[in-house]
């Protein structure tokens, strides 16, 4: 059996005469009572009977005593909330701070602190935020809340994915910037705009606010400018051809040079370009989280992490930014760079040698000065905050330089007389 309206309107009436104010209270004792009083008509009860067994339930305090005991178990738990709430705020903020100041002074473990502080911030304290202002707001202002809400968690998920050069930043985080752009600061203002006493002071702030947020997108597109990566890569297909053409060079002079005993500079040059190929394709394969054989189908154009600093750092150089030595590393490329040249300009007469090696590429000694003015050591310079990109298009002109190196050698042998005309 189920109650009229009439009698339903009955009880809530009386909910509401007994001093119950609070709607969702109202509402689910209005519930309970009418489900208490179907079950005793159901039994032959009439509804005065009913309702008023029903009534004696709720103990000598009557439903001012359930009012009071909720308020004082929702104080219990909004205190509770409100302490958790500024646990997680304070925690997620001091890891934020300090994975900040350790990314920036190049210390370990700045990336795990940035992630649990982003962590927090997402799962804990904006959550418990949202919650808090659905239930102290009013209705027609949960858009707002909910807009906010998705705006800052996109954004800040996108923010750290940016420090992570994880794949999906730049997504995550134009989505966040777009919700608080066109969702949020809109619905915030136009409220504002409703119950201000002075109208265009409020919406000039709006216009000021909606300004600062396309400076920031304008920013962010500018930041990692496509046509500045278009240049750097089209800068390294320029040397990858020329190298091929200077390689095809001197594999003719070489052949045009039957006396000439240059085998030792042709098995340098040859073992060095090669293991240059495989520390690029090293550094792709690292970059892309793929075995080397895979590593050979995707261009450098389509990596994911073609702007990732920390693959060249690791690899080269060592995660604890102590120089790391072994295969491909940064101490074993300049070691056999230096024994290149040492070979390079052996070939050359006693009497060029001091000369030829001020024009000599790939000189790795000396001071260098990094873009802040501080000095550096050649393997510092070179390696570290370097992009993928970046330090790959380097690997190839050094490449190239080996070849060009071996090309003059070639080149001031051939021009020799006892080098073009060999005795018989």
């Known amino acids: ?118 962590g927090l911030l997402v799962l804990g304290y904006l959550p418990m935020i949202l919650t808090h202002k659905l239930k102290e707001s009013p209705r027609d202002e949960a858009l707002l809340h909910i807009t906010g809400f998705l705006g800052l968690t996109l954004t800040s998920i996108g923010v ?26 809109p619905i915030y203002f136009f409220k504002r705009y409703k119950v201000s006493a002075n109208k265009p002071v409020t919406l000039s702030s709006s216009i000021v606010a909606t300004a600062c947020l396309i400076l920031i997108f304008a920013l962010m597109k500018t930041g990692n400018s496509s046509w500045y990566e278009h240049g750097v890569l089209l800068t390294d297909e320029t040397l990858t051809e020329e190298l091929h053409r200077m390689s095809d060079s001197n594999d003719a002079l070489y052949a045009s040079m039957r006396s000439s005993n240059l085998s030792e500079m042709k098995s ?37 992490k073609k702007h990732d600093m920390a693959v060249v750092h690791d690899l080269l150089l060592g995660a604890d930014d102590q120089l790391r030595e072994g295969l491909f590393s940064a101490t074993e490329l300049k070691g056999m760079m230096d024994h ?48 993928l990109f970046t330090a790959i298009t380097n690997l190839t002109k050094w490449q190239l330089d080996i070849r060009q190196m071996e090309n003059q050698v070639l080149l001031s042998k051939i021009s020799r007389p006892e080098a073009s005309n060999p005795p018989s």
């Open 1 to 118: 059996m189920e109650l009229t309206e009439a009698q339903i309107e009955l009880v809530s009436a009386y909910i509401k005469q007994n001093g119950v104010a609070q709607d969702e209270l109202h509402d689910d004792l209005l519930d309970h009572v009418c489900t208490s009083i179907e079950l005793r008509i159901q039994q032959g009860e009439s509804f005065d009977e009913a309702f008023q067994y029903t009534i004696k339930l709720f103990g000598p305090g009557g439903l001012k005593q359930v009012q009071l005991e909720t308020f004082e178990l929702l104080t219990e738990m909004n205190e509770t909330m409100k302490k958790l709430t500024f646990g997680f705020g304070l925690t997620s903020t001091f890891l934020l701070l300090a994975g900040t100041i350790f990314k920036l002074m190049h210390w370990p473990f700045a990336s795990i602190l940035i992630t649990l502080g982003t």
């Open 340 to 387: 290149y040249r040492n070979t390079v300009l052996g070939e050359y007469p006693s009497e060029l040698r001091s000369a030829m090696s001020s024009g000599l590429a790939l000189r790795t000694d000396g001071t260098f000065r990094n873009a802040h003015g501080q000095e550096q050591d050649w393997i510092h310079h070179q390696f570290e905050y370097t992009p």
């Open 160 to 185: 750290l994915f940016k420090v992570m050069h994880w794949p999906g930043a730049a997504v995550t985080l134009l989505g966040g910037m777009g919700i608080l752009s066109f969702g949020y600061v």
């Open 268 to 304: 340098e040059a040859d073992k060095l370009v090669t293991h240059i190929d495989a520390l690029k394709l090293e550094l792709m394969s690292w970059a892309a989280n793929v075995p080397p054989n895979e590593a050979t189908k995707i261009s450098l154009s389509d990596l994911e």
